[in-house]
């Protein structure tokens, strides 16, 4: 499985962008899919996942300003991102889990993406 996030750039805060990762492969569908994010200097933090059934979770963070969505026949997961702060400038992963366990957690993924550079200026 190959993962390809793109759509990050630079917005203003305030603004919005929304992120896309494609997958390869015919399984897509029964994947947990995530999002992560790392920022200079710190850790690798979950943003938000979504399950097979399409179940959603949320870093608090960025609960009420992202949304995590998917569409199995693209096999592609997105993040809506809204309401862009300073701190959400990162590099941001997608990942995807074959167990759908655990989907917070960056250990729980078997798969990740080249990750896509989100910037916001003040």
């Known amino acids: 499985v190959q993962l390809q996030a793109f759509g990050g750039g630079l917005v203003q805060a305030g603004g919005y962008l929304r992120l896309s990762c494609a997958a390869s492969?015919?399984?897509?569908?029964?994947?947990?899919m995530g999002w992560f994010r790392q920022a200079p200097g710190k850790e690798r933090e979950f943003v938000a996942t979504?399950?097979?059934?399409?179940?959603?979770d949320y870093a608090r963070s960025v609960k009420g300003r992202f949304t995590i969505s998917r569409d199995n026949a693209k096999n592609t997961v997105y993040l809506q991102m809204n309401s862009l702060k300073s701190d959400d400038a990162a590099v941001y992963y997608c990942a995807a889990s074959t167990s759908n366990y655990r989907l917070g957690y960056f250990g729980s993924y078997d798969y990740w993406g080249q990750g896509t550079v989100v910037t916001v200026s003040s």
């Open positions: 492969g015919r399984s897509f569908s029964r994947f947990g």
């Open positions: 979504i399950n097979f059934r399409g179940n959603t």
